[in-house]
């Protein structure tokens, strides 16, 4: 069951906690389901996937967050080959251009959602919510947690409170689960711990303050003509000093979009240095460098633009373990792409490896092991 904000309020008490349903949170659902755990997963935006996101411009579908995963891991292959066969995801290419220059595939395939990158993320909502579960998961989306910790002002050890908001004006709910896992950007999960009162141990603390992202302009252009992106239709450009793009992508080609559209991303020393500039401005400049590959005057082949500004897109330092527990009993863990490795197959890895976590940290708790 995926329930919007205006949907049913009677759930509120679970096993387990999932803030954030990016790939991460759906992955660590599902897995949780699966040992056989009820779960509500929170979700702030109107629908799931979180930075694998997909949106219609105009008549285009633009991909403006993830572009493509590769798979290397077990865990993660499994998942992409089940999706595979079911039509969700599919092999893109084996490599792109660089600085627009042709490059041989090095033979690892690159996959792309078979609509759009958020078609994984939906397909795996999916699964969790209906599969077998009868329920056990329940999804909200338009609800936004505002702080998470244990229980009471230090916790007595099995609940863990989570308040949250609805996007429809609804006052603050309380939620109380059995343990908890963040799978949010690392400085919005600690926002939360703090809203909570939470006070973390200086090691645990100093971990995840290591923890950075880049943030990234993502600007979508509908053109009323084929673009001069050459096949696959993604273009890498290396980010050094003074480099304005980072990425251009060809929805058309990619075979998500019925008409052309470019996804141009900015760089990271680039987005930060106009995070807060106005927006037609960032608008003007990522059109100018995107330029090239446009088939004739932007002024009048340009249909329509949208500009989307990522705060926390891809993290510049990560931890090296899959998660970091904040707290044994209750569990509470911090995991996602900022845990392990970067990027979808980072996050899904790692959303897994905090439910395995979980699961065992509950079992311990249960039976009187834990701390
Ligand atoms: C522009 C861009 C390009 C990228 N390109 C690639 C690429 O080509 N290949 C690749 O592998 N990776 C790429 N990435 C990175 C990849 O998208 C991420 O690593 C991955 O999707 C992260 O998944 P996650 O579940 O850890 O986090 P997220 O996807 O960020 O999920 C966290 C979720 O938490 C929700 N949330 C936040 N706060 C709250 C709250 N208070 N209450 C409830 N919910 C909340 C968010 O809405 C979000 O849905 C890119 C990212 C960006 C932004």
């Known amino acids: 069951m995926i329930d919007g904000a205006t949907g049913s309020r009677t759930v509120s008490e679970t096993d387990v906690v999932v803030i954030g349903a990016g790939i991460a949170g759906l992955c660590a659902a599902g897995e949780l389901v699966r040992a056989g755990r009820r779960v509500i997963v929170l979700e ?16 285009a579908v633009c991909d403006h967050g993830a572009q493509f995963f590769t798979v290397r891991g077990r865990g993660f292959e499994g998942l992409v080959r089940d999706a595979a066969a079911d039509g969700a995801v599919t092999v893109w290419c084996h490599g792109f251009t660089r600085n627009a220059a042709p490059v041989a595939g090095d033979g690892h395939p690159r996959w792309r959602g078979a ?5 994984l993320p939906k397909r795996l909502a999916a699964l969790a919510t209906t599969a077998g ?42 939620l109380s689960a059995r343990g908890a896992l963040l799978t949010t950007p690392v400085p919005q999960s600690l926002d939360l711990l703090a809203a909570a009162g939470v006070a973390l141990d200086p090691a645990t603390g100093d971990r995840l303050a290591t923890v950075g992202y880049d943030p990234c302009f993502a600007l979508m252009v509908v ?7 050459p096949p696959p239709g993604g273009m890498q450009f290396d980010v050094d000093e003074g480099a304005v793009v980072a990425w251009i992508a060809d929805n058309q ?24 500039a106005p927006p037609a401005d960032v ?8 330029r090239p ?22 993290p510049t330092t990560v931890v090296a373990e899959p998660l970091v527990a904040v707290s044994d009993a209750p569990p509470i863990a911090c995991c996602g792409d900022a845990f392990a490795g970067p990027r979808v197959e980072g996050a899904a890895s790692s959303g897994m490896a905090a439910a395995r976590w979980i699961d065992h940290a509950l079992a311990a708790v249960a039976d009187g092991r834990a701390p």
Do not use: N, Y
Request: glycine share 12%; with cysteine.
């Open 293 to 314: 590959w446009i088939d004739g005057d932007p002024a009048r082949v340009v249909v329509a633009t949208s500009l989307q500004r990522w705060k926390f897109a891809l």
């Open 44 to 59: 702030k935006s109107r629908g799931v996937g979180g930075r694998m996101a997909t949106r219609r411009v105009g008549a």
């Open 133 to 174: 579960s009868s329920g056990r998961c329940v999804i909200r989306t338009a609800s936004r947690a505002v702080a998470v910790g244990p229980s009471g002002v230090k916790g007595d050890g099995h609940r863990v409170d989570v308040m949250l908001e609805a996007s429809d004006g609804a006052p603050v709910e309380g």
């Open 253 to 276: 080609q990619k075979g998500i979009s019925a008409v052309p559209a470019l996804t141009v991303h900015a760089t990271g020393r680039f987005s930060r240095e106009h995070f807060d």
């Open 115 to 119: 609509t759009g990158m958020t078609d």
């Open 283 to 290: 608008e003007r400049i990522l059109l100018e460098h995107a």
């Open 223 to 229: 053109l009323d003509r084929p673009s001069l992106v």
